[in-house]
């Protein structure tokens, strides 16, 4: 159904005007809250709710008093709506700059259960209770209060709309764009901008939020200017319409939001929705503009309170009058250039209401030809209607004469702000304009230009001319020739009155607490007051004691209101008061865009080794190590993860595995110094490392702290392969060239990644030998030939193989190296020739396992960087001659305490009980509930770092540091997991085959 | 985000680039020579410059090599970029 749309709101008069952006020949049909309503092709969601005569649009945050739409622009603190539904569904849309299309659904988001009947309405009665620090200080008292009954209520009552449930099924896209001059604001000053920097041969973008560029100005003197300047500037520039410069960052670097297809149907939105362009200029033209501003007296928030420049966009754009019989309220002389446009479009003007006294200029004199009522030197100090205005009462400022006025929409204007956001986020400085009443731009030469508005370049021909002059510097700033002279031929504007700097009308304090400052929040004159008396006069300190200037609109509207009264309540100058920091975005920006393709599969590579899918073929479950896929575990006939573990680490112990270590870390180090270098890196000596053999080292930071450890094997003399930790293998490399590059140049050494040159299949088991042996016929592997800790070139079932014979499990162990592209051919051939001794495949889970019951620790897991080689009990593996990185903290007096936290070994008292890892160790036994707070705090002793189940030895094991634990040796402590207390004994953490000679075998 | 021109790339942005702290501090040649506080001072004191401020960083996701950069720790322009080798520009004398 469509509702009946309120007679001659959309007056044909006005729409004949031109320079309208709706086609009044398509309607539009959408919902909001449940009704239909109809529109036109070009409306927004504003302007269709006022031209069908809809006034409240939400709810106030803390009040939950009935609010309108206030402005027609990015600005609007009030008109948020919750837009589409299910994963579509986007939250705290601005109504004033959603563009309608047939079907939209739009909902209000801060009302419950219902827009005219608000539960929490109430709260607009206890307005007296809930003053500025109300949260602070309300709700300090109790905890349990605070969870049970204040945090879910609050949370329902803040409101603002519902994120989204389930993944965004919406497409976003992300492009860079290089260009030498950025033109921020496609009005006219930003048009004439980009039109200089394109006529002096520069490389131009310009962007422009609203979906047409110099926008509302078809009634314009000028406009026969700017539609030659518009035709120019698309056919020379860049031009991105619809798109919003949120975020202006370092070195001419800037990034934008464009609604590519926000404006379409659901079904009619084919590729993309938003698109994020990131931007790096040369130069930069800001031509933001400027936000006009509220003024502040009581009842200023009622529906039907305009700003006076939104009542322009909406007559100019849309054919919308917002009321038919009008008061408006002002401090500058624009406002009455509007009352006229509105008043010749059919609304009558019930009193312009001045703050200024003894008007001189023309606008006045031409509102007054008009038959204007003006009461100069009046202010409005009541708005009468709740949820639509019915009329204001006006006063004398010099405190006489009172009188009632009825009307239906209030303009009000407290003059313009520059939008100064971008021009501050990239560190620009501001500075106060007594003149202008606002803070502008303190332009030094390496900040952006700007024009237009933003540096109060008001009216048409100012803005055409300082942005012709900001545009042509730009391009000149760039080497590039001035562009000839700007030939339009411009009328002169009447001389006017000045705006007059005017914070607030002055009321009872009482009545401070309807004086609205910041919409968005509910910040009232009485907030600020408050705020002042009780010290908090910083605006830093004011924004956060009020809430003034958070929120999703960032009080673009009340922030300058907050400042003017801080100023008037301090005594200060409001020149010396800085605003609060302006941060990126500019307005809020949907995750979506952010992460653009970066989702899903392509949000981070998967690594996979050469065998990967020979593991997919054999059921093998994946884990992620880094970005690797690594094989977890084989699991056979519906296994389970202990099942099949235990399987693959008895077959290591019994028989023999075969491992895919190919993700392992590898790094060539090659050159004359090779050697001396790794002296250099780890802890242990590698001078006398003979070639062909191998050895075990540890690198630490230069705090002394393990950085990564790993098996390295000289090749040549001048050539070793050096292995890392698989998830380190970059961070290592990038160790080793820092310091090669920046402290050592003088070493003859490169490094070279080898880790997905070299696949590494592993081979673990007392029948190792045999199998190797059935793929190398010919080579002698035995212990003497080939010995434990030593290094060969064998051919492998017909490739040419580096094996070294090196363990991680403590078993007989060969690791072969073999070209990528061969692995997947030997490995097969492995497992051919290894069936008849029982060949299992495992994962990295039996792999750690294995590990533990050697007390092999993994760097990264079993320590923190908060542990020494020597917290890990491995003083043989570092050095006293030698010095290396990390040496001379390992004297520190703290890294040298003996008791420091060590690595140990725990076995349970329960031999079935596995402690979770992580679990705190304690040494009190006597702890009655571990879910309870304590009687006094009980010290943590340390913590379990590995655990596991041993199938071999038929118990748990687990590995932890423990504070001063190599002396505790014995000692039952406790780990306390999921509410208990587990016993555990500390002793060695090597737990299987301590002498090693299956290992050397 | 910051343009940093590489000495052998030329200019990239900033995502490129891994920052790598306060330049032109050696490593001291006899660690073991020093006490416990020099050690430190070495190890953890880093000036918290206000103004041009001479730092390291790594082409990391391009040419992978280490260089210096001058840059403003307020303004965060940056004037100058050289090899590790190089000095860095002596601070003007004061009025
Ligand atoms: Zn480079």
Redesign the pocket.
Known sequence: MTATRPANLRAPPVRARGGDWVDDTRPIAVSFDGRAYTGLAGDTLASALLANGVRVVGRSLKYHRPRGILSAGFEEPNALVQLGKGAHSEPNALATRVEIYDGMTATSVNRWPSLSHDVFAAFGLLARFMPAGFYYKTFLGSRVLWDRLYEPFLRRMAGFGRAPVGADPENYDQRHLQCDVLVVGGGVAGLASARAACASGARVVLIEDNPELAAGLAASPAKEWIDVAIGVVKQDATVLTRTTVFGAYDAGYFAALQRASDHLPQEARAGVRQRLWLIRAKQVVLATGAIERPLVFPNNDRPGVYLAGAARAYLDRFGVLVGRNVVAFTNNDETYATVIALKKAGAAIAAIVDVRANLTGGAVALAKHEGIRVLEGYVVVDVRGRSAVRGVTIAALDGGRREKIACDALLMSGGWSPAVHLFSQQGGKLIYDPGMAAFVPDRRPADPWCAGALCGETGVDAAITGGWRAGSSAATALGKPAPRGLTAELPDEPKGDAPLAFWRVPVAPSAERKCFIDFQNDSTLADVSLAVREGFTHPEHVKRYTLTGFGTDQGKTGNINALGNIAERTGGDLARLAPTTFRPPFLPVTFGALAGREKGALLDPVRVTALHDWHVAAGAAFENVGQWKRPWYYPKDGETLDQAVTRECLAVRNNVGILDASTLGKIEIVGADAAAFLNRVYTNAWSKLGVGRSRYGLMCREDGMLFDDGTTTRLAPDRFLMTTTTGNAAAVLDWLEEWLQTEWPDLKVYCTSVTDHWSTIALAGPRAREVLQCLAPGTALDAENFPFMSYQEVVVAGVAARVFRISFTGELSFEINVPWHDARHVWEAAITAGAAFGITPYGTEAMHVLRAEKGYPIIGQDTDGTVTPLDLGMAWAVSTKKDFLGKRSLARPDTARPDRKQFVGLLTSDPSRVIPEGAQIVSESNIADVRLPQSSPVPMEGHVTSSYFSAVLGRSIALALVRDGFRRTGETVYAVADGHAIAARIGPTVFYDPDGTRRDG | MLLID????GP?DETEFHAGGEAHIARPEKAAELTDAQWADYLFMRSNTKGWFAERWV?AA????WFNVERHTVTHEIRRTYPMAGAPTEPEEGP
């Open positions: 590489c000495p052998h790339c990239r082409h391009g040419c992978r090599r």
